[in-house]
């Protein structure tokens, strides 16, 4: 189910009181343009919002009465104010990039996100030095916690540190690198924010209960570079409260951002400190045009990997980790979602490699209803766990979606033909067998 966020402005009056609707901005929060969707959720209010979430739970009614091991999908666009969304993700990467600005003056640009360690006692000079802590608030910063005992702090460290320090009273100023002065990460979320965070998350908190009673597995699907950095952030508190003996929700990895190897190991690496089950979708990604287009209106670096076997390249180094995690902790699990028959074909190839038995149902494959069935159905033939994502609503509105859908599949008509040429092929082998309906 693929949507599409906008919203209206003007104040709701009435004896039931509501909060003011607010307009995305196009270059702020507004992700319609350009972007066909199956279903449209427009933001009203936090009534409709609820009213969103009560389709989502009878979706995952209906995937626990259709399948033993169903799966439901949700938008967060659909749970939460988008512009919201949208100021919670640029404060998130704010803060990731001041971590790289101190790596880099440590003398460590260029290395791997996890390999990235700052010296404690560095950091703290620097922040006196930019005078955004002193040292001894600077201390404080690891008081309580299990950061820095080794003398260091990681990116996982370093995102702990934001959780309490977005809770202070005073703005946490840090360095603008264009102008080199100092300005606020954020000066506290207003009582609206906080509570629109505490809505979300009980939204969230409501679905993966029903999902953990029905037996379903609830996919959070991703969306648009600037909503995607608070979408995972909130998928990842769900994860950490209801992944903990079988991996309940699914976090969605689109392999054609160029920061995607990078997200998914570090929330790997935080399952593994913390213990949970990591579950994970992979799909190559789905806004391409409008990622690139908002990029250069905006004048930001493109987060789109520049080529089609960029992307690749990228799914499959995701997707190799996601197996070798399996392989060694058996705590992961992944869903392929791909209609491309070479990434199906390396699949298994390192599923046998590594030893990875389709009946451990750590490995699933998904592909949409009605598209590459020649894939589909010799997959569930051979016992591996395959999965028809299937959107409803509308006709008027679906079949633009799949449109994009093939447009977005690379050879797609080509695929389209040989699996008529493969029907038409067993047709004649039944016919001949005198075989027809077997």
Same mark, same amino acid.
């Given at each position: 189910?693929?949507?599409?966020?906008?919203?209206?402005?003007?104040?709701?009056?009435?004896?039931?009181?509501?909060?003011?609707?607010?307009?995305?901005?196009?270059?702020?929060?507004?992700?319609?343009?350009?972007?066909?969707?199956?279903?449209?959720?427009?933001?009203?209010?936090?009534?409709?919002?609820?009213?969103?979430?009560?389709?989502?739970?009878?979706?995952?009614?209906?995937?626990?009465?259709?399948?033993?091991?169903?799966?439901?999908?949700?938008?967060?666009?659909?749970?939460?104010?988008?512009?919201?969304?949208?100021?919670?993700?640029?404060?998130?990467?704010?803060?990731?990039?001041?971590?790289?600005?101190?790596?880099?003056?440590?003398? &460590?640009?260029?290395?791997?996100?996890?390999?990235?360690?700052?010296?404690?006692?560095?950091?703290?000079?620097?922040?006196?030095?930019?005078?955004?802590?002193?040292?001894?608030?600077? &201390?404080?910063?690891?008081?309580?916690?299990?950061?820095?005992?080794?003398?260091?702090?990681?990116?996982?460290?370093?995102?702990?540190?934001?959780?309490?320090?977005?809770?202070?009273?005073?703005?946490?100023?840090?360095?603008?690198?264009?102008?080199?002065?100092?300005?606020?990460?954020?000066?506290?979320?207003?009582?609206?924010?906080?509570?629109?965070?505490?809505?979300?998350?009980?939204?969230?908190?409501?679905?993966?209960?029903?999902?953990?009673?029905?037996?379903?597995?609830?996919?959070?699907?991703?969306? &648009?570079?600037?909503?995607?950095?608070?979408?995972?952030?909130?998928?990842?508190?769900?994860?950490?409260?209801?992944?903990?003996?079988?991996?309940?929700?699914?976090?969605?990895?689109?392999?054609?951002?160029?920061?995607?190897?990078?997200?998914?190991?570090?929330?790997?690496?935080?399952?593994?400190?913390?213990?949970?089950?990591?579950?994970?979708?992979?799909?190559?990604?789905?806004?391409?045009?409008?990622?690139?287009?908002?990029?250069? &209106?905006?004048?930001?670096?493109?987060?789109?990997?520049?080529?089609?076997?960029?992307?690749?390249?990228?799914?499959?180094?995701?997707?190799?980790?996601?197996?070798?995690?399996?392989?060694?902790?058996?705590?992961?699990?992944?869903?392929?979602?791909?209609?491309?028959?070479?990434?199906?074909?390396?699949?298994?190839?390192?599923?046998?490699?590594?030893?990875?038995?389709?009946?451990?149902?750590?490995?699933?494959?998904?592909?949409?209803?009605?598209?590459?069935?020649?894939?589909?159905?010799?997959?569930?033939?051979?016992?591996?766990?395959?999965?028809?994502?299937?959107?409803?609503?509308?006709?008027?509105?679906?079949?633009?979606?799949?449109?994009?859908?093939?447009?977005?599949?690379?050879?797609?008509?080509?695929?389209?033909?040989?699996?008529?040429?493969?029907?038409?092929?067993?047709?004649?082998?039944?016919?001949?067998?005198?075989?027809?309906?077997?």
């Amino acid at each position: 189910l693929s949507s599409r966020t906008s919203a209206a402005e003007k104040e709701m009056g009435g004896a039931e009181k509501r909060e003011k609707q607010y307009r995305a901005h196009q270059g702020f929060g507004d992700h319609h343009g350009g972007v066909t969707g199956a279903q449209t959720y427009f933001y009203a209010d936090e009534a409709k919002c609820d009213q969103h979430m009560e389709t989502f739970l009878r979706c995952i009614d209906a995937s626990s009465g259709s399948s033993e091991d169903g799966f439901s999908a949700i938008k967060l666009t659909a749970l939460a104010r988008p512009q919201f969304l949208v100021r919670f993700s640029e404060v998130l990467v704010k803060w990731r990039r001041f971590f790289h600005q101190m790596a880099a003056e440590q003398g &460590q640009a260029g290395r791997a996100v996890l390999d990235t360690k700052l010296e404690v006692e560095k950091l703290q000079e620097a922040l006196a030095n930019l005078g955004i802590a002193s040292k001894a608030e600077s &201390q404080q910063w690891f008081t309580g916690k299990n950061l820095g005992t080794s003398g260091t702090v990681d990116l996982l460290d370093w995102n702990s540190v934001f959780d309490s320090r977005t809770k202070l009273s005073r703005p946490l100023l840090i360095p603008n690198r264009k102008t080199g002065q100092l300005e606020p990460l954020l000066s506290r979320f207003s009582e609206e924010e906080e509570l629109q965070m505490k809505r979300v998350l009980q939204r969230m908190d409501v679905l993966a209960r029903r999902a953990m009673e029905k037996g379903v597995k609830l996919m959070v699907d991703a969306e &648009q570079s600037y909503f995607q950095p608070a979408i995972s952030r909130l998928t990842v508190e769900t994860q950490r409260r209801f992944n903990g003996s079988q991996p309940i929700i699914y976090n969605t990895y689109q392999c054609y951002l160029k920061e995607a190897y990078n997200n998914m190991t570090g929330d790997v690496e935080l399952s593994r400190r913390e213990s949970w089950h990591f579950g994970t979708k992979l799909v190559r990604g789905a806004y391409m045009e409008q990622e690139r287009e908002r990029a250069a &209106q905006m004048g930001y670096e493109d987060p789109i990997n520049p080529t089609y076997e960029k992307t690749n390249e990228m799914y499959h180094r995701c997707l190799d980790y996601v197996l070798e995690e399996i392989k060694h902790s058996r705590k992961a699990s992944v869903m392929v979602a791909s209609h491309n028959e070479d990434t199906v074909k390396f699949t298994l190839r390192r599923m046998m490699e590594l030893g990875i038995h389709p009946s451990d149902k750590k490995v699933c494959f998904g592909q949409l209803l009605g598209m590459c069935d020649q894939i589909t159905f010799p997959l569930g033939q051979a016992g591996f766990p395959v999965y028809k994502y299937v959107p409803y609503g509308p006709v008027n509105e679906v079949l633009p979606y799949l449109s994009r859908r093939a447009q977005e599949n690379r050879g797609f008509m080509q695929r389209a033909n040989r699996e008529r040429d493969l029907l038409w092929k067993e047709v004649k082998r039944r016919l001949l067998t005198g075989n027809l309906f077997s």
